[in-house]
């Protein structure tokens, strides 16, 4: 029967933790809650010792109408009730394939993983709506098995549940994982170019296509052209899609 155990694999048990492990956590809940405070996106932090959250923030993006205290206490029955069916299994499979990459990592290397992958929340209206999840540690122990793990949640920019990718940091390296073929490939990072990334930090700052052109001394036609190569590179729709995406991502 699938339960709240099923999220915590086996390859990822957590017991037996020294005093020099528990002290480097004194008082960091304090750095979560201010990283928190800066940014647009839903924070928790899941403690897979005690299989359930340290920490919750007060975005109502990943809260489903509910309190931060309420998702905290609920702990990983809070997807069962949130998620849809198909998707829980899309999460218990992420966990597994996830983990089994994992351990082929060297022990000093593994707090410069981040798995990324998108699944569907069900609001409190009833409706669903496809969110993006970034999990990576931030405590290990001994033995290098993830102790405690930082959750950012956003506004997903695809249009379906999955995307699994794993990046590594400052490496370019990434893995995307091909759900049909049931297996991980290498891909190369993406990358923009310089006008691309003009363009997105225009847009940021809310110019239209002609101020971005007059900006950087081209026509609104090659505007154009060059936001059209971006969201094809991206795989998105329109600006507003490109420029989440080009943030979650750290492109510019």
């Given amino acids: 029967m699938t339960n709240v155990n099923s999220f915590f694999n086996s390859k ?55 309190t931060p205290n309420e998702v905290k206490e609920m702990g990983y029955e809070f997807y069962f009730k949130h998620v849809p069916p198909e998707d829980i299994d899309l999460l218990l499979k992420i966990n597994t394939i996830g983990f089994d990459l994992y351990e082929t990592k060297p022990l000093e290397e593994r707090k410069d993983y981040t798995i990324s992958y998108d699944f569907l929340l069900k609001t409190e209206e009833g409706k669903s709506i496809l969110i993006n999840q970034k999990l990576t540690p931030i405590f290990l122990n001994e033995e290098g098995k993830v102790w405690k793990a930082l959750c950012v949640v956003s506004l997903s920019t695809k249009l379906n549940s999955g995307n699994i990718t794993v990046y590594k940091k400052g490496k370019g390296i990434v893995y995307k994982y091909d759900l049909e073929g049931d297996y991980w490939k290498t891909i190369e990072e993406i990358k923009l170019t310089n006008r691309e990334k003009e363009i997105i930090q225009y847009s940021i700052r809310g110019y239209a296509i002609k101020e971005i052109a007059e900006k950087i001394f081209v026509s609104p036609d090659t505007v154009k052209f060059h936001r059209k190569k971006l969201f094809e590179k991206l795989d998105v729709a329109n600006i507003s899609e490109a420029v989440r995406y080009a943030t979650n991502n750290k492109l510019v």
């Fill in 12 to 66: 990822n048990t957590v017991n037996n933790l020294t005093e020099d492990i528990l002290d480097q956590t004194k008082n960091y809940i304090e750095a979560i809650k201010a990283f928190s405070r800066t940014t647009y996106s839903s924070i928790y932090v899941i403690d897979y010792e005690k299989k359930g959250f340290d920490y919750v923030s007060d975005n109502p993006l990943f809260l489903c109408g509910l």
